[in-house]
């Protein structure tokens, strides 16, 4: 029932800071919008493994394959705990998965861009992950419970991704000449992709504003953005790498760094389907989701005869 009166006292819960819970009554666009954008947020942790995943066999040491296999592993997590909390709005994992893999659900635009050499790896932890915390830690006060705790163990998780990139790309940056080249290379191809994770201008954004209304986000998309510059400029500095914007200046009226127009065509090519990688993810994604089909039917089957021998016990 969608009467004036409840829809009322529901922004008024939300006004108050108050959590919504699965059970509450809560707007159907509230319900659609949670699902469009947690699953989204679910889609991209698991693709998200694949960039990374291309370089565990070729990672440079023990050392550093044990950590790249237990980021990667990670990323896995963080996809179940959101697509959990996405089940608690009453739609089945199956379905958000299939409308992703055969259907138009999106997953974030940085995913489609290949992983040319080991630094990007690097890169990825330090500038993917870190503007990944920027948006989180916004996410971890959201209004919806199970999305904002998911939230909170997530962005322990990226914490840890955002330093041993840095620090796996600081080392590459004081060694070698061509070490350092590759660093700064991997910094130039991400740099602009990882401002367009942060979404749209907001004056393009079609959800800002209602998801905002609603304590979903507390921040713009450009708010957000700004406080990642913000926070790299002088971390790019502090190892010595450039970035990739000849704008970039600081301005002491603000308190912040202003930065150079971001090429937003390409982003909207890219979340067309046209991103240099995006056929080969959706592909991977595919092929892994039929081929598991007889481990979903297995371990059905497996719960379905636990719960008969519960019941016969019982
Ligand atoms: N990529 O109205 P807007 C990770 C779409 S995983 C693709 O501003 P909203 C990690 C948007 O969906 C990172 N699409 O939307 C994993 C909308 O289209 P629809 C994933 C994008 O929801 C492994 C349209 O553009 N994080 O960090 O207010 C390893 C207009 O946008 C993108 C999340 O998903 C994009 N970048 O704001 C390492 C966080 N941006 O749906 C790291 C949760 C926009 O109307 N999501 N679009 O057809 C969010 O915070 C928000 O949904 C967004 C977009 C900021 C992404």
């Known amino acids: 029932m969608e009467t004036k009166e409840y829809h009322k006292k529901f922004q008024e819960r939300i006004d108050n800071g108050e959590t ?10 509230y319900r659609k919008q949670l699902i469009r954008m947690m699953s989204q947020h679910a889609h991209s942790e698991v693709v998200g493994m694949l960039p990374e995943g ?17 980021k990667v592993q990670d990323e896995a997590g963080h996809g179940l705990y959101i ?25 974030s635009s940085i995913f489609n861009y290949p992983t040319l050499t080991y630094a990007d790896i690097c890169v990825i932890g330090w500038l993917v992950d870190g503007a990944a915390i920027v948006n989180q830690t916004m996410l971890a006060r959201s209004s919806y419970g199970p999305y904002a705790r998911a939230m ?10 955002q330093k041993q990139g840095y620090e796996m790309l600081a080392k590459m940056a004081s060694g070698t000449p061509e070490q350092k080249k590759m660093a700064q290379d991997a910094v130039n191809r991400w740099w602009w992709p990882t401002l367009m994770m942060f ?21 713009t998309n450009d708010e957000l953005r700004q406080s990642f ?32 127009e971001i090429p937003w065509d390409e982003f909207w090519e890219v979340i067309r ?28 089957e497996f719960a379905r005869k636990q719960k008969l021998n519960q019941e016969k016990a019982s």
């Not at 919504?20 to 666009?29: C, N, V, Y």
């Not at 291309?54 to 237990?70: T, V």
């Not at 089940?87 to 997953?107: H, M, P």
């Not at 909170?152 to 991704?161: A, G, L, M, P």
């Open 20 to 29: 919504i819970e699965p059970k509450d009554w809560m707007p159907e666009r």
């Open 54 to 70: 291309n370089w565990i066999e070729r990672a440079p040491s023990l050392k550093r394959k044990k950590i790249l296999l237990a």
């Open 83 to 107: 697509y959990s909390a996405v089940e608690t709005l009453g739609i089945a994992r199956r379905e958000l998965v299939e409308d992703y893999i055969y259907g138009n659900a999106k997953y």
């Open 152 to 161: 909170i163990r997530i962005c322990k998780e990226e914490s840890f991704h």
């Open 199 to 219: 979404g749209p201008p907001d004056d393009e954004s079609p959800n800002n504003a209602e998801l905002i209304k609603w304590g979903v986000k507390s921040k």
């Open 229 to 260: 510059v913000d926070r790299t400029v002088m971390e790019a500095e502090a190892i010595g790498l450039e970035l990739p914007d000849p704008d970039l200046n600081y301005n002491k009226e603000t308190g912040h760094w202003e930065f150079g």
């Open 273 to 300: 389907g046209n991103g240099p990688m995006n056929r080969e993810r959706i592909r991977a994604r595919r092929k892994a989701y039929e081929e598991g089909a007889w481990v979903r039917e297995a371990a059905a």
